[in-house]
């Protein structure tokens, strides 16, 4: 292949021609195609690393980071198909404390509707979480910590507890194999992956989902953050009204799972094709419906309708699980993430 055709077709590689050759043998040798080009550009990117004048604790983090994502990501694809939630509270609380029998509750009635179960794998909320779903539909993600964060008995030793160092990549691996959010009392940690998943849902950075606040009977603890939330992000303009309809507040546990199986009851998933947006959904809609679609949420489509289409696009081949579902199609305006939630819960709706 002649340096500009090579070029072309990988350009982003190395600057030694020589070195590129080594990188086909070394792919040939480790049974890949020299063709794959995402692990070539993996390659490439550990090279370059190597080039450059960074610090060796730079080298070190993303060195440590890939090798937590990699793992994760093998540990957790045997599953990937299967629907989870995210369960975060606080490590603190007590096993006779409500809100960790609401919490093993919840967790329990998830695996009734064959949802497994992910959380921070230590104490408390945690703990609640995977004793209620038990340790066959249990994940963990722990976090190294000088202190509290122990794997609790249900999932230690478990082949589905991953260790982190860094909470970043533990975040992603959260969001990455979950379907849900659900936020239970907690500190810190719990704000932190709370507003993440917000962020993450109200900017598109992730497909829409259910983000539960489930708290005990009685209990203030969400009632005052949703206080503040009206009082001073949608009253002072910080977030749009509707931002607010991306969370559910409850203190039943089965309506907190009821709310996230209704969710899925029809629509399935998402994906963006080009400049158009695709929602998969298990049951094509009627004529009359998808009429009430175009008319209710005119304000999201930037040109056109929402079409639906019976077949899968060809840029969906590598998605084979999805191939049996209808597909709504349209030019979603990406400033209204909330309003897709509306139209979502259209879809679902009778």
């Known amino acids: 292949m002649k340096k500009h055709d090579r070029f072309r077709k990988y350009p982003y590689q190395m600057e030694k021609p020589a070195v590129n050759e080594m990188i086909d043998r070394l792919m040939r040798e480790a049974g890949r195609s020299a063709d794959d080009q995402y692990i070539r550009e993996i390659i490439v990117t550990a090279l370059k690393l190597g080039q450059e004048d960074l610090e060796l604790a730079d080298i070190k983090m993303i060195n440590t980071a890939m090798k937590e994502l990699r793992y994760a990501l093998k540990v957790f694809y045997p599953y990937r198909y299967v629907r989870k939630v995210a369960i975060f509270g606080s490590a603190r609380t007590p096993k006779a404390a409500e809100a960790y029998q609401v919490t093993k509750i919840f967790a329990n009635l998830m695996t009734q509707e064959n949802w497994m ?148 009851r029809n629509y399935h998933s998402m994906r963006y094709i080009r400049d158009r947006l695709v929602l998969r959904i298990q049951k094509p809609l009627s004529p009359e419906k998808l009429n009430r679609l175009n008319r209710d949420f005119s304000d999201i489509v930037k040109k056109g309708e929402i079409r639906q289409y019976a077949k899968p696009f060809e840029e969906e081949e590598n998605e084979p699980r999805t191939f049996s579902f209808a597909r709504l199609v349209f030019n979603f305006d990406m400033r209204h993430y909330a309003r897709l939630h509306h139209l979502i819960s259209a879809i679902n709706a009778d």
């Not at 478990?158 to 260790?163: A, C, G, Q, V």
């Not at 936020?183 to 598109?204: A, I, K, R, S």
């Open 117 to 264: 179960v992910i959380t921070g794998a230590s104490a408390g909320i945690m703990s609640a979480g995977n004793e209620g779903a038990g340790r066959t539909n249990s994940f963990g993600a722990n976090i190294r910590l000088p202190f509290e964060q122990d794997a609790n008995p249900v999932i230690a030793n478990d082949p589905k507890l991953i260790s982190f160092k860094y909470f970043f990549t533990r975040k992603l691996i959260f969001m990455r194999e979950s379907d849900a959010t659900v936020l239970c009392p907690g500190g810190f940690g719990t704000y932190d992956e709370g507003f993440e998943t917000l962020t993450l849902v109200q900017t598109g950075k992730t497909n829409p989902r259910p983000i539960i606040c489930l708290d005990p009977p009685r209990s203030s603890y969400w009632e005052s953050f949703r206080t503040f939330l009206k009082k001073e992000l949608v009253q002072k303009k910080m977030i749009d009204p509707d931002d607010m309809d991306l969370i559910h507040f409850t203190h039943d546990p089965r309506d907190a799972v009821q709310t996230i199986v209704r969710f899925y």
